[in-house]
């Protein structure tokens, strides 16, 4: 119940594509959904996060859609640039208890030029 | 600029030994984290503390402890580090509400 499911594990997009990251979770008490980036040697830093009250939310080329009844929330990257190679980690936690997170396995992304 | 800073980027040590992973933060945000980084497993969370002296054990506190006596402070220690803990260790924290995670750039174990 308190897993977070990121699929795929790898992505290879070219230059201007949509990179699109999914999430599914299980346990409905989640009520901050962030998602991470990661560049190789480096720690990873909040990109875009969202509450469940809004079904999307977008900065930049960024944006989470949030399927609550669905339980997935999904990371897009418009017109996708190399400089956006880098892991990105989906994560859920609860507004209750010390607002853990919870963070899905990864995906590594690659944007061709 | 705010900061988590890592004592360590990378250790090498012996099996046997015991190791310690020393994290500090200079937001003054109660919440402090200790992960584990693997490839395919994400990032999973050993220990975290909610205050000082306080601590809670995560998903996988197993052969891991940890200390947090000042605020800023939060260690992590392999009290006999073995093969297995060879990973990826990446310190974070929060304010007591939650919200955003800031993370040290992380400290590369290997265990021999």
């Known amino acids: 119940q308190q897993q977070v499911k990121q699929s795929p594990q790898s992505l290879i997009v070219q230059k201007g594509g949509i990179s699109i990251i999914n999430c599914a979770y299980e346990?409905?008490?989640?009520?901050?959904f962030p998602w991470y980036q990661q560049f190789p040697g480096k720690g990873p830093a909040l990109l875009i996060a969202i509450r469940p009250d809004v079904s999307e939310k977008k900065e930049g080329r960024f944006t989470i859609s949030f399927n609550k009844s669905a339980k997935q929330f999904s990371l897009h990257i418009m017109d996708s640039q190399p400089g956006d190679s880098a892991t990105y980690f989906c994560?859920?936690?609860?507004?209750?208890?010390?607002?853990?997170?919870?963070f899905g396995t990864g995906t590594r992304l690659l944007v061709s030029p | 600029d705010v900061k988590v800073t890592q004592s360590s980027r990378y250790l090498v040590k012996r099996t046997g030994e015991k190791v310690f992973l020393e994290c500090v933060q200079d937001?003054?945000?109660?919440?402090m984290f200790w992960y584990r980084q693997d490839p395919g497993l994400g990032l999973r969370l050993i220990y975290f503390?909610?205050?000082?002296?306080?601590?809670e054990k995560g998903d996988i506190p197993e052969g891991y402890s940890v200390s947090r006596e000042k605020k800023e402070r939060f260690s992590l220690i392999l009290e006999s580090a073995s093969t297995n803990q060879t990973s990826m260790y990446l310190c974070?924290?929060?304010?007591?509400?939650?919200?955003?995670?800031?993370f040290g750039q992380g400290t590369r174990l290997t265990v021999v």
């Open positions: 937001m003054d945000h109660e919440n």
């Open positions: 994560a859920a936690s609860m507004r209750t208890g010390f607002q853990k997170l919870v």
């Open positions: 974070a924290s929060t304010f007591r509400g939650g919200g955003e995670a800031f």
């Open positions: 503390s909610y205050d000082v002296k306080m601590k």
């Open positions: 346990n409905t008490a989640f009520d901050y």
